[in-house]
C-alpha cells in the first residue's frame, strides 16, 4: 500500500517535468521563430518597431561616412591623453573626459573619450606611447610625436589607414586648412599612397616683433622708434636714463640661447632676421644648397650687431648670468623695457609683468620691414622630428571618429558660428590650454592668425558684422572691445588686444607673409648636443666679446670638423633625392 | 539613620534562620566578588592609560626618528656641497669675466645644485647666497642682498655652522642653512629649501583619530600646529603646549640637530571612554555572578537548614498533641545529632506514655472481669425470674415489669463478658435501664427516642449509653426544678460514624465543670470510663463531648466509626 503511493508521487512527478520540459521546448521555438520574424520583418518591411531600427541603422550608416552626422548611440574611445600644466587650466570640476570640449563633443557627434591614460609631454607621455607600441596595445585613438614613431606603428601594421575617412569625414574647411600648408604635410602621414594619420598644423607664427615700454618712451620724452637705429637709441635712453629710477634699469633683454625659436621667449631673433640671418635651421642658400642657418656669414653679421649692442649696452650688460625666469622678475619689478618676441608675447610673458603693474604698457614694433620680408624669403626646411600625429588602432570599428573629431572642433565649433560651441569658445578668453581638448593636434590654415585678425578689426571697424565672425572670432573680438572701451582690464583682455590686435596687425601692415617650407623626410637633421653646445658657446662668447667677432670663423671650421659637414652633406642628399 | 540600622538589624534578627543564612552568603559572596572586579578594572585603567600614553610615546619616536632620518640625508648633502670646491669657487675666486662666471654657472652650480631636487623630491630648491655672485641666477645663485629677505638671516650669527629653521604661513617652508667663513665674516650661505609637507609628513600623518601634534622650533615658537579632532574633544588653544598637557595625554620629543620640539596628544576622555565602555562590558559578568550567588546562597542554606526546619515543624506538631517523630536524618553532623536524640527523646516518652496507657487498660479490664465475676448470671437470671413468677401469681404486675426490665438490663451489660455489643443490644439495654429509673422516679421525667432505624448491626463498646443516662438522672433531672423534665435519647446515622446522643432539661453545669468530668481529676467515674475507653478504641476517630449550661440542661454526644466487624481489645 504504501510503495504503491509513493510509486505514484514519482509517477506524478515524471510527468510533471515531462510536460515542463515539452512547454519549455516549445516556449524556446516559438522565441526563436519569433526573432527570425522580426528579422525578415526588419529585412521587408519598413513599418512598426522595425523602422525605428531601421532608421538608427541609416543614422548609424549616415553618422560613418559624413562629416558632422550624430551617431545614434554613443560611441566610446579609449585614449592616450597628452595633459597640460596645471590641468590645462580647466575650470573648477572639469576633467580631461568632462569638459567643454568633451560636452560639445558628445553633443555634436555623441561620442566620449575615455582616457587610458593622462601624462604630460616631455618624458612620461612619450615613454607611455613607447610600451604601448612594444606590447602591441594602444588605446583606440592616440597621439604620437614623432614622424620616426608613426612609421613603426604603421609597420608594425597597429593602425588603421585613414585615406577614406579623410575624403569621406572631414569638410571641406578641414581639406582646404590642410591644404594651405602644401602637400609635405599629409605627406608626412602618407606610406605607399595612403594616409595613416591626421597631422598637427602649426600656423605661422609670423615674425618676431621688438617690443618696448611705450610708457617709458612717453615718461622719457622720445620719440616712438620707425627704425632698428631709433628702436636701439630708445632702449639706450631707457638704461642711460634710468627709466626704472633706482639704477637697475637694463637693456634689451636677451637669455643665453641667444635664439628663442617659435616657442621660446627672450631671444634675440630680430636681429638675426634683420641681419638676413636664420640661425639653427637648414635652410637653402643662394645657390639653393643645403646649409646650416648658424654657420652663415649673415649670422656672424647678426652677432656682430649683437656684440656691439652689448659693448653699447643697450643688451643687457649682465645677460649671461641670468636666466629666463630672473628676466620675467625684471620685467615684473619694472627694470627692464625691452624685448624680442612673437606676436603672442603678452601672453607670456608680458601679462604677468601687466599683472603686477598695468601701466606697463608694452607696445610691439615691427622695423626694418624690407629686410624682415626679404630673410621670410629664404627656404626653410620643416623636420617632422617631433610632429604630432593622430592614430586609430587597426580594427577600431570607427576608425571616421577622428576625422569627425577634427571638423567638430576645427571647423563646427570655430567657423560655423554655432551657438552650442559657446562654451568652448569661451575656453580662449578665460586661459584655458588647448591641451584641454580631446586631441593634443591643432588644425588650422597657415595663415589663420592673420584672418583671424583681419577679421576682428574688421567687426571693430564695424565693416564686418559681429555675426559673421567665427566662434573663436568673436570670442575675441568681445574680450579686445570690452578692452578698449575700458570695461575689462584684466591682463587677459590686455593682452587679447595687444597680441590679436597690435602685434599681428604690425605684421600685417608690414604685408609679412607665411614662410615656405621644404618637408625635411627620412633623415635624421637634428643637430647633435655636442654642435648645439659649440654653437651657442660660441655665440656667447662672441657677443659677450670674450672672443672677437673673427672667432666665428673658427667655430664655422669647428663646427663642420665635428659632424656638422657629415650632417649637411646628409640633409643635403635627402633633399636632393626628395627633388627628384 | 541609627534607627532605621537598629530597624534593619532587628528585621534581621527576625528573620527565619534560612533567609539569615542566605543573606550572609550573599553578602561573604558579594564583598570578594566587588573586590575583584573593582581591582581588575583599576588594573586594567591603569595598564591601558600606560598603553595609550606608550603608543603615543612610540608614534612620536617613530615619526620623529623617520624626519630625523630624512633630516640626516638632508644634512649630509648639504655637508656634501659645502666640501665641493666647484661650488666654493663660485663664491671664492673675484676677477673674472661674465662669460667665465656664465661656464661655472651653468656648467658647475646648475647641475650641482638642481640634481638633488630632482632626486630628491622633497628639496625644493638649494640656492647660494654670496657677496660674489652679483645678478640673481635662476633660483640656484643669489647676491647675499638677496638673502637679506629670508628669515633666516637674521639668525646668521648664532653659534653652529648649520642651520635649521622651519616657517609657516603663506611661505611655510623648512630650511637648512650652512655658513661660508672668510675670516671673521660671513661670505657665502647655503640654503637648502624643503618641502614642509613633505619632511613633516611622517609626523602629519599620525594626526588622525582625535590626535593632535604641534612643533616647536628651538626658539619656542610653534611653527605647525594642527589636531584632527571631534568638537568636543579639540583644545581652545591648540598651540599651547601647556594648557594641552592638563586634559590630553601628552608626549614630547626633541629632534636631533635641529632641536624642535615635536608634540603629539589626545584626549584623556576618548582612552577613558574606551574604559568606561569596557566596565560596561563587566556589569553582565557582576550581575551574573551576583544571581549566582543567591541562587547558591539559597540553594546551600535550603540544604543546611531544611532538616532543621522540619524538626522546627516536627516540635511544633508535637506541642499540640502529636506525639509522632516525622523527621529523620542519617547525617553525623550536628543537626543529625540532635534530630536523632529528639527521635530517641521522643521514642522514650511515647514508650512511658503507652505504658501508662496500657497498665490503666489491664487494669480496668481485671476491674472488670472482677465485677462480671462477682455476679452469677444464672443464678441472677433464675432469681429474677422466679421473683417474675411470683409477682404475676401475686398479681404484682408493676414488679414483674421491674424484674424483666432489670433481667434484660443485666443480660445486656454483662453480654456474656463480651465488652463489644451491636447498637440494637445497647438500645435493649439503655431501655431497660430507664424503665427500671422510671419505676423508682415514679415516672416523673420523660424520655423521648429518637432512634434511625438500620443501625443495629454496627458494633459499638458495650454500656457507653448507661453512665450517660445515669449522670443526666442524678445530676441534671434529679437536681433540677424544672416542671417538665425530659431525657432525650437520640441515635442516629451521620456519614461515616454512628451520632449518639442523651440530653437533659436539668439543672446542667458550667462548661468548666463540664469539661473537668472528661479529665482525670474527675469523680464521676462512670462517664470518665466511657469517654477513655473510646479513646481507646479508636483514638482521634472517635469523640466525646459534654456541653452544659446551667439551668437548661447538659448534652453529652458520642461518635463513632461505623463499624460491623468484631474488634476486641
Redesign the interface.
Known amino acids: 500500500m504504501k510503495n504503491d503511493m509513493k510509486k505514484r508521487i514519482l509517477s506524478a512527478q515524471l510527468a510533471l517535468i515531462l510536460l515542463l520540459m515539452l512547454w519549455c521546448g516549445t516556449y524556446f521555438e516559438t522565441k526563436e521563430s519569433q526573432r527570425q520574424m522580426e528579422q525578415l520583418e526588419a529585412s521587408q518591411s519598413e513599418s512598426g518597431a522595425s523602422n525605428a531600427v531601421e532608421v538608427k541603422r541609416k543614422l548609424m550608416y549616415k553618422a560613418m561616412h559624413t562629416p558632422l552626422g550624430k551617431y545614434p548611440e554613443t560611441v566610446t574611445y579609449t585614449l592616450g591623453k597628452i595633459a597640460g600644466a596645471n590641468n590645462s587650466n580647466l575650470p573648477v570640476g572639469n576633467t580631461y573626459e568632462n569638459n567643454a570640449y568633451t560636452r560639445y563633443l558628445k553633443k555634436i557627434l555623441n561620442i566620449q573619450n575615455e582616457d587610458v591614460f593622462e601624462l604630460q609631454d616631455g618624458n612620461t607621455y612619450e615613454e607611455a606611447v613607447n610600451v604601448a607600441i612594444e606590447d602591441r596595445d594602444i588605446p583606440d585613438v592616440l597621439v604620437v610625436k614623432g614622424r620616426d614613431n608613426l612609421l613603426r606603428l604603421i609597420e608594425a601594421g597597429l593602425i588603421e589607414e585613414l585615406t577614406e575617412t579623410y575624403e569621406e569625414c572631414t569638410t571641406d574647411t578641414i581639406k582646404e586648412m590642410y591644404e594651405s600648408y602644401g602637400d609635405s604635410l599629409l605627406q608626412s602621414a602618407t606610406v605607399d599612397g595612403k594616409l595613416y594619420a591626421f597631422p598637427n598644423t602649426v600656423i605661422d607664427d609670423g615674425t618676431p616683433l621688438l617690443w618696448l615700454r611705450k610708457d617709458w618712451i612717453e615718461k622719457l620724452g622720445l620719440k616712438e622708434p620707425e627704425t632698428v637705429g631709433e628702436a636701439l637709441e630708445v632702449i639706450r635712453a631707457f638704461v642711460e636714463q634710468d627709466a626704472a629710477g633706482d639704477g637697475q634699469t637694463i637693456g634689451l633683454a636677451c637669455s ?1 640661447d641667444v635664439v628663442a625659436g617659435a616657442d621660446q621667449t627672450y631671444g634675440v631673433d630680430a636681429t638675426f632676421i634683420h641681419a638676413g640671418a636664420m640661425p639653427c635651421h637648414w635652410i637653402l642658400d643662394k645657390n639653393g644648397n643645403v646649409v646650416y642657418g648658424s654657420v652663415t656669414q649673415e649670422t656672424k653679421e647678426a652677432l656682430l650687431k649683437l656684440h656691439n649692442l652689448y659693448e653699447d649696452e643697450i643688451l643687457d ?2 645677460f ?4 629666463t ?2 628676466i620675467d ?1 625684471l620685467l615684473k619689478t619694472g627694470h627692464c623695457g625691452a624685448i624680442c618676441g612673437r606676436w603672442w608675447a603678452p601672453n607670456n610673458p608680458l601679462s604677468a609683468a601687466y599683472n603686477v603693474d598695468s601701466n606697463a604698457e608694452w607696445k610691439p614694433y615691427l622695423l626694418d620691414k624690407e629686410q624682415v620680408n626679404e630673410t621670410q624669403k629664404i627656404s626653410v626646411f620643416e623636420s617632422y622630428d617631433q610632429w604630432m600625429y593622430v592614430v586609430v588602432r587597426k580594427g577600431y570599428e570607427h576608425p571616421e571618429i577622428v576625422a569627425k573629431y577634427v571638423s567638430a572642433i576645427f571647423d563646427q565649433s570655430r567657423y560655423a558660428n554655432d551657438s552650442a560651441a559657446r562654451e568652448v569658445n569661451d575656453y580662449f578668453s578665460i586661459n584655458v590650454d588647448p591641451t584641454a581638448r580631446p586631441l593634443n593636434i591643432n588644425v588650422d590654415y597657415e595663415d589663420a592668425l592673420y584672418r583671424t585678425t583681419e577679421h576682428i578689426q574688421a567687426a571693430l571697424d564695424k565693416t564686418l558684422d559681429v555675426s559673421e565672425l567665427s566662434g573663436l572670432e568673436k570670442s575675441y573680438f568681445n574680450t579686445c572691445k570690452s578692452y578698449l572701451n575700458g570695461q575689462l582690464t584684466t591682463a587677459n583682455g590686455w593682452a587679447a588686444y595687444a597680441s590679436r590686435i597690435q602685434a599681428v596687425g604690425e605684421l600685417q601692415k608690414a604685408g609679412i607673409t607665411s614662410t615656405s617650407t621644404l618637408p625635411l623626410e627620412n633623415v635624421n637633421a637634428e643637430i647633435p648636443q655636442e654642435l648645439q653646445e659649440l654653437e651657442q658657446e660660441a655665440f ?2 662672441i657677443i ?1 666679446g ?1 672672443k672677437p667677432v673673427d672667432y666665428f670663423d673658427t667655430f664655422v671650421v669647428e663646427w663642420y670638423a665635428n659632424g656638422g659637414k657629415v650632417l649637411t652633406e646628409r640633409v643635403q642628399n635627402a633633399y636632393e633625392s626628395g627633388k627628384n | 539613620m541609627k534607627k532605621q540600622i537598629r530597624k534593619l538589624i532587628h528585621r534581621f534578627e527576625n528573620l527565619k534562620f534560612r533567609k539569615k543564612l542566605s543573606v550572609l552568603m550573599l553578602i561573604a559572596g558579594l564583598v570578594p566578588v566587588g573586590f575583584l572586579a573593582f581591582s581588575m578594572q583599576y588594573g586594567m585603567m591603569n595598564q591601558l592609560r600606560e598603553k595609550e600614553q606608550y603608543n603615543l610615546e612610540k608614534m612620536l619616536e617613530q615619526s620623529v626618528s623617520s624626519i630625523e632620518n630624512q633630516s640626516q640625508i638632508y644634512k649630509n648633502l648639504v655637508d656634501y656641497l659645502s666640501y665641493s670646491q666647484n661650488l666654493r669657487n663660485i663664491f671664492d675666486v673675484e676677477t673674472e669675466s661674465d662669460y667665465e662666471k656664465y661656464l661655472k654657472y651653468v656648467k658647475v652650480a646648475d647641475p650641482l645644485l638642481q640634481m638633488p631636487t630632482i632626486y630628491h623630491k622633497e628639496i625644493q630648491s638649494i640656492t647660494l647666497y654670496s657677496d660674489n655672485i652679483e645678478v640673481p641666477h635662476g633660483d640656484t645663485l643669489l647676491p647675499m642682498s638677496e638673502a637679506e629677505n629670508q628669515q633666516w638671516y637674521s639668525r646668521l650669527n648664532e653659534g653652529t655652522l648649520m642651520q635649521w629653521s622651519i616657517t609657516r604661513g603663506v611661505n611655510k617652508s623648512i630650511i637648512a642653512s650652512r655658513k661660508f667663513y672668510d675670516n671673521d665674516t660671513i661670505k657665502a650661505v647655503l640654503e637648502m629649501r624643503l618641502d614642509y609637507e613633505k619632511v613633516l609628513e611622517p609626523f602629519m600623518s599620525q594626526l588622525t583619530d582625535n590626535t593632535g601634534g604641534m612643533i616647536q622650533d628651538d626658539n619656542g615658537n610653534i611653527v605647525y600646529a594642527e589636531c584632527s579632532m571631534d568638537k568636543k574633544y579639540r583644545p581652545k588653544d591648540i598651540e599651547s603646549p601647556k594648557d594641552i598637557s592638563e586634559n590630553y595625554y601628552l608626549v614630547q620629543r626633541t629632534m636631533k640637530d635641529t632641536g624642535w620640539n615635536f608634540y603629539i596628544y589626545r584626549p584623556k576622555e576618548v582612552s577613558e571612554n574606551a574604559i568606561h565602555k569596557l566596565l560596561l562590558k563587566n556589569i553582565p559578568i557582576i550581575l551574573i555572578s551576583v544571581l549566582l550567588l543567591s541562587f547558591l546562597g539559597y540553594v546551600f542554606s535550603l540544604r543546611m537548614v531544611s532538616q532543621l526546619e522540619l524538626l522546627t515543624e516536627n516540635m511544633n506538631l508535637i506541642n499540640m498533641g502529636l506525639r509522632k517523630v516525622t523527621v529523620q536524618s542519617k547525617s553525623k553532623d550536628e543537626v543529625g545529632v540532635l534530630i536523632r536524640s529528639f527521635r530517641r527523646m521522643m521514642d522514650q516518652m511515647n514508650h512511658l506514655i503507652s505504658e501508662v496507657y496500657e497498665s490503666k487498660i489491664q487494669l480496668q479490664n481485671s476491674e472488670m472481669r472482677a465485677l462480671q465475676a462477682q455476679i452469677n448470671p444464672h443464678f441472677l437470671y433464675n432469681s429474677l425470674s422466679i421473683i417474675n413468677w411470683k409477682a404475676i401469681e401475686a398479681g404484682e404486675d408493676e414488679i414483674s415489669h421491674v424484674t424483666l426490665a432489670l433481667s434484660t438490663y443485666y443480660r445486656t451489660s454483662l453480654n456474656r463478658g463480651e465488652t463489644m455489643t451491636t447498637v440494637a443490644k445497647e438500645i435493649d439495654n439503655i431501655r431497660a435501664y430507664l424503665k427500671i429509673q422510671l419505676v423508682m422516679h415514679d415516672n416523673e421525667f420523660r424520655v423521648v427516642e429518637q432512634i434511625s432505624d438500620g443501625l443495629n448491626d454496627y458494633l459499638i463498646p458495650k454500656l457507653i449509653l448507661q453512665p450517660l443516662a445515669e449522670n443526666a438522672i442524678d445530676h441534671g433531672i434529679d437536681v433540677s426544678d424544672n416542671e417538665n423534665p425530659t431525657l432525650w435519647l437520640t441515635i442516629r446515622e451521620e456519614a461515616e460514624h454512628i451520632f449518639f446522643e442523651i440530653r437533659d432539661n436539668g439543672a446542667g453545669m458550667t462548661q468548666e465543670k463540664a469539661d473537668q468530668i472528661l479529665t482525670y481529676q474527675s469523680s464521676g467515674y462512670g462517664v470518665r470510663n466511657v469517654c477513655d475507653r473510646i479513646h481507646v478504641l479508636y483514638g482521634e476517630k472517635g469523640e466525646m463531648k459534654i456541653e452544659s449550661t446551667p439551668g437548661k440542661g447538659t448534652r453529652v454526644f458520642i461518635r463513632i466509626p461505623k463499624n460491623t466487624e468484631a474488634k476486641v481489645l
Open positions: 643665453t650688460q649682465r649671461l648670468l641670468r636666466k625666469e630672473n622678475d656667447l662668447q659677450s670674450e
